[in-house]
């Protein structure tokens, strides 16, 4: 019943629209007029009101009135007017007139209750405050304002006309008292009427200049749409005329850098090549477009693994609403086969493409990514839904979603960017593999993006699965329902028994059965699980549900991170789950050791280097440096390697182009496009990791270095017959008291310090020892640059600072580099100006902090002439493994070499040889000791 009353008044709104609020078209609000006409039409439904708004009155009327009829009369009088009105509005000559209606009955509104106030008598003051009300209706009516001035006037004028008419006794202190209400009514009725009415004049302006720039805007639209068909046709038949003198250039260049050429000659063919190279890149990416758009796009289906592509997308997602009010939810079937066969690199774009729109979309709700397969023989059928609680859309703009360079509902979105051409794409990328895509969705309430796609089943092992699934049970107190209907959903998908706690009593409750094996319970409700735990003495296993990016501080918890999935929570329920600890010892050890693996680090910041190396030194691989790309490339074509990390931002050949030429080598050597380069950056933000593939690279890891996202590299990339089971030691885990090795350094967070590089006091004065020379250097460097107004290098070296900064724990000074490499990066003179002194004069200050820190840590173990002899030991053996490329040994005599770095009269020159180790002048060391060592170290002392 309610459901009909429910439809039959909808019905009757409709209805009521359809007749009354009928005005004319659009055009008649081209002026001002037209749009109080509009105003009026909106609030006809006022009149209706007005039938009846005045009939409860008469009952008063006839008691209190001097002349009752009269006021009768007027009350019924305005019911009439009310009908005929309607009427009017019917007709064919006043339908698009609202205006006059609200006019006459404003008019007669106001002139009536004038009438029957002054005509009131003794109990005119109760009829006084209704009339001054009603003067107040028609200030904010959408009146013409010179129909207001004379409304009012009129009125005011027919109350003393009426009242001395009537013999109203004016010198009534009581009438005096409420007609001086009645003024300034009156008064403040003309006053907030002229100014409502230029603010809506102001306004009604703004918006026809609006409108005008949208229809500018349209055209436009259309014109540029026309312009760029033409484009994409042009360029897609133009493609291999484009890309054939390109590379035909770049081809050249790369055979004249393999002559013999003075250094100028070099320097001008590498800059050619290098933009030549970029040049080709930009060609590229406007031809694949170009592809999409006239149809053309190629599909290169190829084998990969749905795990690896559903973790990449929910990573990517949930660090975008990280910072929201969102929840997000993941629902993975677990029976879908994980290695299929299809283009993953399109597939992820699709992904990402909706998931981002509906993450931009909700402001508050919830994001599901839900994903199901159906088997048949070779192939799965994999349905793909993106659930959101956002705004939704309307019906009329559903067909016009996936059209080019439209964005639907520009009024609910005025704060969302972007060109409306993403769903297009996407939609013709899931044809072009032969899938679809549809959308259903309720105005106000949100949408479902629904993808259903065909991929061909390589190996039929599924996504995910439970050992023993009947032997395991699952309770889980989580009082996020959507979450924990997401958890529900996944351990039951995963075959095995899963129910949940809404509350603590409940909780108490299925504890006491003794039938679960995992308790799944939210990091806010673990104290109180726990006490129920322990009331109840259960041995259920706790595992602690958290938002991304929080702790917990129990290490010794298991830990799933929102939002779970099957792969997730099989890997908790089979005891595989990867849980490390960041700030414990165990985290610094290597899960395996890889002596036979041969690495190169390419980094133009020497601390970087002294960082990456020594969190790669438990692993006992054989390691080089290099400082910048050229290097790099010349390193790879003289030495076979196992894996490269390659440093993203440095001057002269950045990382993106060494990558490139390293690839290129690949047509004359498969070993080269196969060799495994990892992408070292300090600006890991959505969408880097695709920037990097799309580059070349196989993968990429942040700075600061993360020592487990470095263990997951390693073991990933490195040959896994070069990596050798590994037990460690006792010693391995051994360090001295955290608290003793602490030390004080202003505005740097010294363990956060001792973490990053390693774990140790030890490293960590050689990393600060480092910096201190790379900061002496990039402050003279930096001033060069300005002075040059070379902008770009600028911020280089900022951007070099801001990640050597970071690993040393130096993370305000961190930031400030971090703001002024943007502004680098926009030229942005000002704000350099501005700044960049009052950096410079705080990295000095940390600077010479470091220096009489690393003199006060160094006066107990500095060597002196005396130790000559044994310097000397140290050097030919150090000489002896730099000639024959021992790592192992190298890197030991290195360690020994420190204690001499810091002694009178020969401790520069000893840092002097290992900083050319350091960045893999091995020569260049060799050739130092040799001179050294002939002269009896007399060039040294003296």
Not at 271 to 283: D, F, P, R
Not at 899 to 918: K, R, T, W
Request: hydrophobic residues 45%; negative net charge.
């Amino acid at each position: 019943m309610f459901k009909n009353v429910k439809n039959l008044f909808k019905k009757c709104k409709t209805t009521y629209k359809t007749i009354f609020e009928s005005y004319g078209d659009e055009s008649t609000r081209n002026t001002f007029k037209g749009e109080l006409n509009c105003e009026a039409g909106k609030l006809f439904f006022t009149v209706l009101i007005s039938m009846v708004a005045w009939i409860t009155y008469i009952e008063n009327d006839i008691v209190l009135h001097q002349f009752p009829m009269l006021a009768v009369s007027i009350r019924v009088g305005l019911t009439s007017l009310s009908a005929i009105l309607i009427v009017m509005k019917l007709t064919k000559r006043f339908r698009n007139h609202p205006i006059i209606m609200m006019t006459l009955m404003i008019g007669y509104l106001n002139v009536a209750t004038a009438l029957v106030t002054g005509t009131a008598g003794e109990m005119a003051t109760s009829y006084i405050g209704g009339f001054s009300f009603v003067l107040m209706i028609s200030t904010f009516a959408p009146l013409i304002l010179k129909h207001k001035f004379f409304i009012s006037t009129f009125s005011i004028a027919t109350f003393f006309v009426g009242g001395a008419l009537a013999n109203l006794n004016f010198s009534s202190i009581a009438i005096r008292y409420s007609i001086n209400d009645l003024i300034l009514a009156y008064l403040l009725n003309i006053l907030v009427s002229y100014i409502l009415d230029q603010i809506k004049y102001v306004s009604w302006q703004r918006q026809q200049k609006f409108m005008e720039l949208v229809d500018e805007t349209m055209n436009f639209a259309e014109k540029a749409e026309a312009a760029s068909k033409a484009k994409s046709d042009f360029l897609a038949k133009m493609s291999h005329e484009i890309r054939t003198p390109m590379n035909a250039i770049n081809g050249m260049a790369e055979l004249a850098l393999r002559e013999d050429l003075p250094d100028a000659a070099r320097e001008h063919i590498i800059t050619i090549k290098q933009a030549g190279t970029n040049l080709l890149s930009i060609i590229n990416d406007i031809l694949d477009f170009s592809k999409i758009e006239s149809g053309k796009l190629e599909i290169v289906p190829s084998k990969y693994l749905f795990s690896s592509l559903v973790n990449d997308v929910v990573s990517i997602i949930r660090m975008r609403v990280v910072d929201s009010n969102l929840s997000f939810v993941v629902n993975i079937d677990c029976n879908v086969p994980n290695s299929l066969i299809g283009d993953e690199t399109r597939i992820r774009q699709v992904l990402l493409n909706i998931l981002s729109n509906a993450v931009k979309y909700t402001k508050k709700g919830f994001v599901s990514f839900s994903v199901s397969g159906e088997i048949t023989e070779d192939t799965v059928l994999l349905t793909i839904d993106v659930t959101d609680t956002g705004n939704g859309i309307k019906p009329e703009d559903l067909e016009k979603l996936f059209k080019e360079f439209v964005q639907v509902d520009l009024a609910a979105h005025k704060d969302v960017e972007g060109a409306g051409l993403g769903l297009v794409i996407t939609k013709k990328l899931v044809n072009a593999m032969d899938g679809n895509i549809d959308v259903q969705s309720e105005y106000g309430s949100g949408s479902t993006f629904t993808i259903t796609l065909s991929q061909k089943i390589c190996s039929p092992e599924p996504l995910a699965s439970v050992e023993k699934p009947e032997e395991k049970s699952v309770l889980v107190y989580e009082r996020n329902e959507i979450y924990a209907d997401s958890i529900v959903c996944t351990v039951d998908n995963l075959g095995v028994n899963c129910e949940r706690a809404e509350n603590d009593d409940i909780l108490r409750e299925k504890l006491k059965s003794k039938k679960y094996t995992f308790l799944f319970v939210s990091y806010p409700l673990l104290e109180h699980a726990r006490k129920i735990i322990k009331e109840v003495k259960s041995n259920v296993k706790i595992v602690v549900l958290t938002e991304f990016g929080d702790a917990t501080a129990d290490i010794n918890l298991d830990v799933l991170a929102m939002p779970v999935h099957s792969i997730s929570v099989a890997n908790i329920l089979n005891g595989v789950a990867d849980n490390f600890s960041y700030g414990t010892n165990e985290s610094i050890i290597a899960r395996f050791i890889a002596p036979e693996a041969r690495v190169l680090i390419v980094d133009d910041i020497n601390t970087n280097l002294k960082v990456a190396e020594g969190l790669m030194l438990p692993y006992q691989m054989q390691m080089d440096l290099r400082s910048n790309g050229i290097e790099a490339v010349e390193a790879v074509k003289t030495n076979s390697y196992d894996l490269v990390f390659m440093d993203h931002m440095m001057p002269e050949m950045d990382g993106i182009e060494a990558t490139k030429l390293i690839r290129k080598m690949g047509k004359e050597n498969p070993s080269y496009a196969e060799l495994p380069i990892i992408a070292l950056t300090a600006n890991a933000v959505s969408g880097t990791k695709e920037m990097f593939l799309a580059n070349g690279f196989n993968d990429f890891l942040s700075k600061p270095i993360d020592i487990i996202k470095l263990n997951a590299i390693l073991t990933n990339w490195l040959p896994k017959e070069k990596q050798e089971k590994y037990e460690p030691k006792a010693t391995d885990a051994e360090t001295s008291n955290p608290e003793a090795e602490k030390i004080r350094i202003a505005g740097v967070d010294t363990e956060k310090g001792i973490s990053m590089t390693g774990g140790t006091l030890k490293g960590y004065m050689q990393t600060l020892a480092v910096f201190h020379k790379d900061g002496l250097q990039k402050i003279d460097e930096i001033k060069n640059s300005l002075e040059t107004n070379n902008y770009l290098l600028y911020a280089t070296y900022a951007h070099a600072l801001k990640s050597a900064l970071a690993n040393i724990g130096a993370s305000k000074l961190s930031e400030s580099a971090k703001a002024l490499e943007a502004a680098g990066k926009k030229k942005d003179a000002a704000f350099i100006n501005s700044n960049n002194a009052k950096f410079l004069a705080n990295l000095e200050a940390l600077l010479n902090n470091l220096e009489e820190t690393l003199s006060l840590n160094n006066d107990g173990e500095r060597k002196t002439v005396a130790d000559i002899e044994l310097l000397r030991s140290e050097l030919n053996m150090l000489k002896e493994a730099l000639e024959s490329l021992d790592s192992a040994a190298i890197d030991k005599t290195v360690d020994r070499l420190r204690e001499f770095s810091q002694a009178d009269g020969i401790g520069q020159n000893v840092e002097n040889i290992l900083q050319s180790i350091l960045i893999g002048e091995y020569d260049e060391a060799v050739a130092m000791i040799d001179t050294s060592i002939k002269k009896d170290f007399k060039v040294w002392l003296s």
